[in-house]
């Protein structure tokens, strides 16, 4: 689980450009929406995308989607729960 | 009441210019995407949205960036401004960069992120929210600048449509060249204008 | 100086002519259907499409073969437009071009290489419908995402209203595309059922694919078809600064918009007779523009959105609804909503869930929202 947590966090920094970002700056209880990380909804859609292929597991509606991405943690335990 | 351009930036692939003096050369031939991260920390601008963006947004963000500056841009009423831009070449590096995401549908994983900037329009919609402008934004494609289009368009905001400034000028980026050249156009009640706007308010004196 | 819209054109999945296309919606027939079509997307899905053979063989004329299915398109539905108007100084007449994506499919390399020239460009491309004409002026072509067209028409009016013109024939179009689909599609902004704009059910969008030309002038007196006879009352556009995908919460852009097109008309809100609203069916887009025209206090005027039959035809949107919106006032008909049922959005909304005889109208209300943030407003008067 520790190493998935770290895994993602490099993903998404590369994968949503945090240009600024280092993988320990990002709490794996840190709000990634809103006033923490501070994404977006366009980089909510791409986390759905980053799952599906990386980790083969499927968001069917961005509103599931934002609660699977509230922190690194959440984003974790969906990954474990859903992985076939 | 007449028109003036109260300043200009140029980015070419060989150096960056304000208002005709010198602001960044190329010297080393660097892509662009080493030349415009320079830029970009050149110009001290503090937005970490700009990595997100693509090539084409980068270049309009960057030539705007150094047009309003502090004492510049802080003095515009986003309500009274306009964008109005000539574009040739589209979002055609997204575009390929989408079209490549689902050409082969074994492995089709189109990107949201990139889909988004498949618009040329897109490019003023960052330029709006960067320096906060709710008036007009408008792109039109033209083979090359348009400057008499784009003049007749601008003054009209000016003069008959109650807009106090207009950003307008040339953003391209196509897969072999690119290039932006932005002014900063406003009025003159009174005083000498120094730089007039006027049909070939892009010719370089 | 008043500036009128003399005739139309429109070809969608529903007709070929603009007057086709009106009877169809009165008779509440929709353009929406089940597409399984492998060259689009590999599962059936809901779209407004073509049925590409039939129109593919509507739109023939000598030399044909040189022009993309899109150029056709365009080609056609001005020859439409100017065979109705007539003999006109093309030295005074513009060609105003609205498109997002254009040639888009061109991107495939093999299908480039059949046409002369870079044709994926979208100036490239509206010269060589301006040559098809012989039109002496340079096309002047608008990209505002979903808003092009009524961008494209607020411009024209501009040109004329400067002296520059007389005339401006005033054209949008758009494909339903694999770009556009999939693009959509990872937005996971397409709906999977037809389109319910403004509906509790709603789900998201129905892509379309529409091509329509209007014809601007500054005399009316050249009036080719009284369906289409309107004058171009007033127009303004805003942008939310905002989000560059996602509509504004307040509305601000779309409010700003419509109070510079009343404010050009110098008219009150209350005025307007007929709202042709955006009405995507995305859940936010359709509350944004509630709580915009709540702010207007524009709540309880009789309102639609043609998506439901033409689903979003992107760059001919506003061109295509446009049609429609001067067509109701002319008829005294206003359309229901196709696929609004129950109302779903926080505030209240005069949505027209049925056709309703309006004898009396006078002033038609055209607003639209786009990517990037850019929102457009024009008004027709019944002239």
């Known amino acids: 689980m520790r190493n998935l947590q770290e895994k993602l966090k490099g993903e998404i920094i590369e994968l949503l450009n945090l240009e600024d970002l280092q993988p320990e700056d990002i709490g794996n209880d840190e709000p990634l929406f809103g006033s923490g990380v501070g994404l977006d909804s366009i980089d909510a859609l791409e986390l759905i995308v980053l799952l599906e292929r990386e980790y083969g597991v499927k968001i069917e509606n961005p509103e599931e989607g934002r609660e699977v991405f509230n922190s690194i943690n959440t984003i974790a335990a969906f990954i474990e729960k859903n992985r076939k | 009441m007449n028109l003036e351009i109260i300043t200009d930036t140029t980015i070419t692939s060989s150096a960056i210019y304000k208002d005709g003096t010198l602001f960044l050369a190329n010297e080393e031939h660097l892509p662009f995407a080493q030349y415009c991260r320079k830029a970009y920390q050149l110009m001290e601008a503090s937005y970490p949205k700009f990595f997100k963006m693509d090539n084409l947004c980068k270049l309009s963000f960057l030539t705007a960036e150094l047009l309003l500056t502090e004492n510049i841009g802080g003095a515009l009423n986003g309500e009274k401004t306009a964008i109005i831009l000539g574009n040739r070449s589209s979002s055609i590096i997204s575009d390929q960069k989408h079209y490549e995401s689902y050409v082969e549908r074994e492995n089709s994983f189109p990107s949201p992120a990139v889909f988004v900037y498949t618009l040329p329009n897109i490019m003023l919609g960052e330029l709006c929210i960067r320096h906060q402008i709710t008036g007009e934004s408008s792109c039109f494609m033209m083979e090359d600048m348009d400057a008499a289009f784009l003049f007749h368009y601008v003054q009209d905001l000016l003069l008959n449509e109650g807009y106090e400034h207009c950003i307008t000028g040339w953003v391209d980026f196509s897969p072999t060249e690119y290039g932006a050249e932005l002014y900063l156009i406003g009025k003159r009640d009174k005083g000498e204008v120094k730089r007039p706007f006027g049909i070939n308010f892009n010719q370089k004196v | 100086m008043e500036i009128f819209n003399i005739a139309d054109h429109l070809i969608s999945p529903l007709g070929c002519s603009a007057g086709q296309n009106f009877a169809m919606l009165k008779k509440s027939r929709t353009g929406i259907s089940k597409i399984t079509d492998d060259s689009l997307c590999p599962q059936t899905f809901y779209g407004a499409g073509y049925e590409t053979h039939t129109v593919e063989q509507q739109v023939v004329f000598e030399g044909c073969e040189k022009y993309t299915f899109l150029e056709r398109l365009f080609i056609y539905s001005i020859d439409a437009v100017l065979k109705a108007v007539g003999d006109i100084d093309k030295q005074r007449t513009v060609l105003v071009l609205s498109t997002t994506k254009g040639n888009i499919g061109l991107l495939n390399e093999r299908k480039a290489k059949k046409y002369e020239g870079n044709r994926i460009e979208l100036p490239v491309m509206a010269r060589v419908v301006n040559d098809y004409f012989e039109m002496p002026h340079r096309p002047v072509v608008v990209s505002n995402a979903c808003i092009s067209g009524v961008s494209a028409i607020l411009t024209a009016q501009k040109l004329i209203r400067l002296g520059l013109y007389d005339h401006a024939i005033v054209t ?157 006032l002319n008829e005294g008909v206003l359309l229901g909503s196709h696929g609004y049922a129950e109302h779903g959005v926080t505030q209240p909304l005069n949505v027209l869930a049925e056709n309703q005889e309006s004898p009396n109208l006078r002033y038609g209300l055209k607003t639209i929202s786009g990517f990037g943030g850019c929102n457009g407003a024009v008004i027709f008067e019944k002239a």
Do not use: W
């Not at chain 3, 709906?191 to 601007?216: H, N, Q, W």
């Open chain 3, 172 to 328: 949008g179009g758009d494909l339903l595309t694999e770009f556009v689909l999939t693009g959509f599609q990872s937005f996971m902004a397409i709906s999977d059922a037809p389109c319910r704009p403004y509906d509790v059910a709603r789900k998201g969008i129905t892509l379309g694919e529409a091509c329509a030309t209007m014809f601007l002038t500054n005399n009316p007196g050249l009036v080719a078809k009284t369906e289409a006879f309107a004058r171009v009352a007033g127009g303004g556009q805003a942008n939310d600064a905002n989000h560059i995908s996602g509509p504004s919460r307040t509305g601000r852009g779309l409010r700003m918009a419509v109070s510079k097109a009343l404010e050009g008309a110098k008219l009150q809100p209350g005025d307007i007779d007929y709202i042709s609203g955006h009405g995507t069916a995305t859940l936010y887009n359709d509350e944004m523009e509630a709580v915009a025209f709540n702010h207007l206090n524009m709540q309880d005027t009789p309102l639609n959105s043609l998506k439901g039959y033409f689903g979003h035809t992107l760059g001919a949107a506003g061109i295509v609804e446009s049609i429609i919106t001067i067509r109701q």
